[in-house]
Each structure stands twice: as C-alpha cells, then as structure tokens.
T-cell receptor, first 114, second 113 residues
Framework: GESVGLHLPTLSVQEGDNSIINCAYS??????FIWYKQESGKGPQFIID?????DKRQGQRVTVLLNKTVKHLSLQIAATQPGDSAVYFC?????????????FGGGTRLMVKP | GAGVSQSPSNKVTEKGKDVELRCDPI?????LYWYRQSLGQGLEFLIY????????KSGLPSDRFSAERTGGSVSTLTIQRTQQEDSAVYLC???????????FGSGTQLSVL
C-alpha cells in the first residue's frame, strides 16, 4: 500500500550546522503534510505544516519544502542546537481520507554533537 | 494551559488481563485520536472521535480493542485479553477539528508480560 517513508533513520550534525531531514511519500492524493518532533518520553510536538498548493513554508529556524513532482518532503533546521535532538516524523493526510487520519513515517533520529 | 493528559504513564500487566487507558483532551477540542507507537516505529492510527459523530474505528487491530468518549471529552481505550504484541506506547491527541495541529499527550507505556 501507499505509505510515508524516510530516507535516513539517523542523522548526526554538529551544533550550529544546518540539518536537513528528508521524507518520501507515495500517495499522490495527499494534500497536507506535517512535521512532528518527538523527544524521549514525550508525545510528538507539532513543528510545521504545509499544504500541497505550496512548495515552501518557513517557521522559526525551520523550513519545510514540498516537491510534488518527486513526492518529496524535507525539513530544514537552521543553526541546529542541542535541544533539537529528537526523532522527527513526517505525516501526510490523503485527500481521500476525508481529513480523518494522518499517516506517519518511521521517523529520523537527529543527534546534535556539541 | 493544560495540554493533553494521559494516565497511567506506565502500565505493566500480565498476558490475558484487560487494561484501560485514559485520555483527557484539551478543553474545547472536538477531535480526539488514539495512536499506537511500537518501539522505534512510527505512529499507527487506531481510532478517531469527532464531536457526536460515529467514531472512525478503522485502525483498531482486533476486536480486543475498543474505545469510548464520554460527554465529548474524556476517552478510554480498552484492550481486552492483552497479548505481548500489544506492548507499545499508546498516544492520545486532540485538536479543534481534523488532523491540523494535533496536540499529543505523553502517552501510556504498556508492557504485557
């Protein structure tokens, strides 16, 4: 079946560098995408979202890029800090799901080296 | 303000026992979701409540799983005759409606021995 997946399970970056976390999706009917951050022992925390009518959206130190042609989503974190260390999940909401459900990818662990 | 609250935070049970997991959503949130997260895995959708509408139970893995939401607020997820494969973190989330900006609780870590 169609699903959301991630290219890299673990990403290690130096403090202060930029991080890029990638996500591939295969459901062309998806129209809404979200990135969540999950720290150890906590529930996922909303970071940023984007609709399919956009290709870029910026937040505070984060940018989400959407390439519908190749069905690719990325999360860019500028000037990565130790507090950014967590598991990051992308999720999609297919149009044909009537808005009820998010399908999550497997997650990428971001490790920030001091 | 208070976020989504789940209890207990940890639950250890014996195979075959029933368990109840509780979720208190954010006040005023009409949508409530249950997800399951196995070790090192992504989140698996279980069930969705929206207002007074019939819940979407399409994600429940077996008839041992059930959930209810009383008064449009507190929800309880019940697992009957627990099995070892039920061991996971059970996460509850709520929103003002639909999947946009879901707020998650910290989850209940269920361990079935």
């Amino acid at each position: 079946g169609e699903s959301v997946g991630l290219h890299l399970p673990t990403l290690s970056v130096q403090e202060g560098d930029n991080s890029i976390i990638n996500c591939a999706y295969s459901n062309s009917a998806s129209d809404y995408f979200i990135w969540y951050k999950q720290e150890s022992g906590k529930g996922p925390q909303f970071i940023i979202d984007i609709r399919s009518n956009m290709d870029k959206r910026q937040g505070q130190r984060v940018t989400v890029l959407l390439n519908k042609t190749v069905k690719h989503l990325s999360l860019q974190i500028a000037a990565t800090q130790p507090g950014d260390s967590a598991v990051y999940f992308c999720a999609e909401n297919p149009l044909n799901n009537a808005g009820n459900m998010l399908t999550f990818g497997g997650g990428t662990r971001l490790m920030v080296k001091p | 303000g208070a976020g989504v609250s789940q209890s207990p935070s940890n639950k250890v049970t014996e195979k075959g026992k029933d368990v109840e997991l509780r979720c208190d959503p954010i006040s005023g949130h009409t949508a409530l979701y249950w997800y399951r997260q196995s070790l090192g895995q992504g989140l698996e959708f279980l069930i969705y409540f929206q207002g007074n509408s019939a819940p979407d139970k399409s994600g429940l893995p077996s008839d041992r799983f059930s959930a209810e939401r009383t008064g449009g607020s507190v929800s309880t997820l019940t697992i009957q005759r627990t099995q070892q494969e039920d061991s996971a973190v059970y996460l509850c989330a709520s929103s003002l409606g639909g999947v946009e900006k879901l707020f998650f609780g910290s989850g209940t870590q269920l361990s079935v021995l």
